[in-house]
Antibody, heavy 116, light 108 residues
Framework: EVQLVESGGGLVQPGGSLRLSCVTS????????MSWVRQAPGKGLEWVAN????????YYVDSVKGRFTISRDNAKNSLYLQMNSLRVEDTAVYFC?????????WGQGTLVTISS | EIVMTQSPATLSVSPGERATLSCRAS??????LAWYQQKPGQAPRILIYGASTRAIGIPARFSGSGSGTEFTLTISSLQSEDFAVYYC??????????FGQGTRVEIK
């Protein structure tokens, strides 16, 4: 059974930081591009960042460039998102997603709330 | 960036009826289009990729068609578990993945 389990969300003040983690099992993690996709409350889906199988290529949506960093540890089948300089508009559920061109596998998400 | 536009925003359908959802791309994405279903409080799940290929485990009542800029997701006979929000996503020019804003299918 494929599982992706996110953690690390929570309530943070504007300007703060959070590190999201996603532990995976049931598929060959090291063979998959991985992404973070977010969904603001009551809104649609927004791709945030992705990372190649070997971690050598990383891409970000413009709104998070310079603030967020995606990384992975293939030995631990884990994906991470370091989020700095958080803004109110970063409030969302963040999903960990496996797949290069589209989302084959999705976690249940972790809620990040940015508020003073 | 390619912009994906879905219509209608909300579709009211009776159980057993057919539902037809549309997705338009601002420029050609060839057949590099996926459809997802999302139920309240759940993660999206992949239904269709390559515009018309059903993902593993997806019932045959779901079908996708189209290429270029115009795409359609058809649910041939709506079941109670099909009432949800549906998103299209292009992957022809990525990154970024870009999603449509979603179509909510509700019970009429």
């Amino acid at each position: 059974e494929v599982q992706l389990v996110e953690s690390g969300g929570g309530l943070v003040q504007p300007g703060g930081s959070l590190r999201l983690s996603c532990v995976t099992s049931g598929f060959s993690f090291s063979s998959y591009w991985m992404s973070w996709v977010r969904q603001a409350p009551g809104k649609g889906l927004e791709w945030v960042a992705n990372i190649k199988e070997d971690g050598r290529e990383k891409y970000y949506v413009d709104s998070v460039k310079g603030r967020f960093t995606i990384s992975r540890d293939n030995a631990k089948n884990s994906l991470y998102l370091q989020m700095n300089s958080l803004r109110v508009e970063d409030t969302a559920v963040y999903f960990c997603v496996g797949g290069a061109r589209f989302g084959d596998y999705w976690g249940q998400g972790t809620l990040v709330t940015i508020s003073s | 960036e390619i912009v994906m536009t879905q219509s209608p925003a909300t579709l009211s359908v009776s159980p057993g009826e057919r539902a037809t959802l549309s997705c338009r791309a601002s420029q050609s994405v060839s057949s590099n289009l996926a459809w997802y279903q999302q139920k309240p409080g759940q993660a999206p799940r992949i239904l269709i990729y390559g515009a018309s290929t059903r993902a593993i485990g997806i019932p045959a009542r779901f079908s996708g068609s189209g290429s270029g800029t115009e795409f359609t997701l058809t649910i041939s006979s709506l079941q109670s578990e099909d009432f949800a929000v549906y998103y299209c996503q292009q992957y022809n020019n990525w990154p970024p993945w870009t999603f449509g804003q979603g179509t909510r299918v509700e019970i009429k």
